[in-house]
């Protein structure tokens, strides 16, 4: 995962803390600040599982700020799913959820059959009938064109590139 927000997090003395909202499995760190300050030492929770985890400080902060999402038209607004087929040949059922709010476009991608969480939408922005969508906590990408009542259009994640075609999702 690469940009993903950590939420509750909490610094008590030398003891840190920290969850990660919309994960399967409720993932969870409880760990202790080394003296040097270099190390956090401690406890990885995820589905029940206890796991011993180690962080290292290995340079400055490199912090970002997504691009800000446009506002989008209506005829992108709403829900939408869609199967992506990968190299091994399984299937991953996708929901796209997309929303205008107050500063632009606002989202959701759920990977149904991958634990079914809710994944924030990075950045959405809209030119004419194409659309691209972000999510940097997986890495990807959705790149299509409204075509009809369908998003057809390219998932990309890492070094890879596959054909994705998004419907408007039954109720």
Avoid at 47 to 53: M, P, R, V
């Amino acid at each position: 995962m690469k940009d993903f927000a950590l939420s509750k997090v909490s610094v008590k003395g030398a003891s840190v803390a920290f969850v990660m909202n919309g994960i399967p499995g409720d993932p969870s760190f409880e760990g202790q600040l080394s003296s040097s300050g270099k190390e956090i030492k401690g406890n990885f929770s995820q589905n029940g599982a206890l796991l011993t985890f180690e962080l290292k400080w290995v340079s400055e902060p490199s912090v970002k700020e997504p691009a800000k999402s446009t506002a989008i038209a209506k005829e992108f607004e709403g829900n939408w799913e869609g199967t992506l087929a990968v190299p091994d040949g399984s299937a991953l059922r996708l929901l796209l959820k997309l929303a205008n709010g107050a500063d632009g476009a606002t989202g959701t991608l759920v990977s149904v059959d991958q634990g079914a969480a809710e994944l924030p939408v990075t950045t959405i922005t809209q030119k004419g009938a194409s659309i691209t969508v972000e999510v940097s906590a997986v890495g990807g990408k959705f790149a299509g064109d409204l075509k009809g009542a369908e998003l057809a259009g390219t998932w990309t994640q890492g070094p890879g590139s596959l054909p994705l075609t998004l419907k408007r999702a039954t109720k």
